[in-house]
């Protein structure tokens, strides 16, 4: 029987910038046998701009979720010697995006785990933001509620002073607006915030500005993708 391999697959951040993905990605997907996808639907999509003749259907599909049955789905496909691969909605499996659950159990099954490069906001935001990336965290989303918000951006705030470190987080796009909002009003005039808007796009917006430069001149980030760094001075 063939030795198992599970293949961490990028996804486009924008659908029309399929210059983003290496051409090693597509080789990698051709050896799968078995897709484990965040949405089948858009999963199929993106396969098809890889390669417009790729035959979508001798792949085993299955839908990543918090579900017993598809870690046992999973746990089945590599005691068969599958070759699997991972594919999440936008970006990188398993960084701020569903995948980890699965790559867990490939590495109890003692499974070789080969990741692929591709476009990642947190990272191309970080590299492109001019803050320090020596030392940083990336702390995923902020509380919804208000005052749970403010609290947690002041504690980020004074993290970031006292460990030189940059902070990165991201929103649910309809809702960067009421984020940057939050950042204005608790941060110190002095803090740089980094603002990285649709990253790969045709609109791609990358600047560093301080608080009190942003307070000026106020983007509208609704509906945009988004990755915020920030860094206390």
Not at 8 to 25: A, F
Not at 31 to 59: G, M, P, Q
Not at 148 to 176: D, G, H, M
């Amino acid at each position: 029987m063939a030795s198992p391999i599970v293949y961490l697959i990028p996804s486009l951040l924008d659908e029309e910038n399929i210059e983003s993905i290496p051409s090693g990605v597509l080789k990698a997907i051709k050896d799968c046998e078995v897709l484990f996808a965040e949405n089948e639907r858009t999963a199929r999509r993106y396969l098809k701009k890889l390669e417009k003749d790729i035959i979508i259907d001798r792949y085993e599909w299955f839908t990543i979720s918090d579900d017993l049955s598809v870690s046992s789905a999973f746990r089945k496909k590599l005691k068969e010697g599958k070759k699997i691969g991972i594919i999440s909605e936008a970006g990188c499996p398993g960084v701020a995006d569903p995948g980890q659950t699965l790559v867990a159990i490939a590495h109890e099954n003692n499974v070789r785990v080969k990741p692929l490069s591709g476009p990642d906001s947190i990272i191309l935001a970080l590299m492109s933001s001019g803050m320090n990336g020596q030392r940083f965290q990336f702390v995923g989303y902020l509380p919804i509620k208000d005052q749970e918000r403010a609290r947690a951006i002041r504690e980020l705030e004074s993290e970031s002073l006292k460990k030189n470190c940059t902070q990165i987080f991201i929103e649910t796009p309809y809702r960067n607006n009421q984020l940057l909002d939050a950042l204005l009003n608790n941060c110190k005039p002095t803090t740089f915030l980094c603002i990285a808007a649709g990253i790969t796009s045709s609109g791609e917006e990358i600047h560093t500005r301080t608080i009190g430069q942003w307070k000026k001149q106020k983007p509208n980030l609704h509906k945009v993708p988004a990755t915020f760094c920030l860094l206390a001075r």
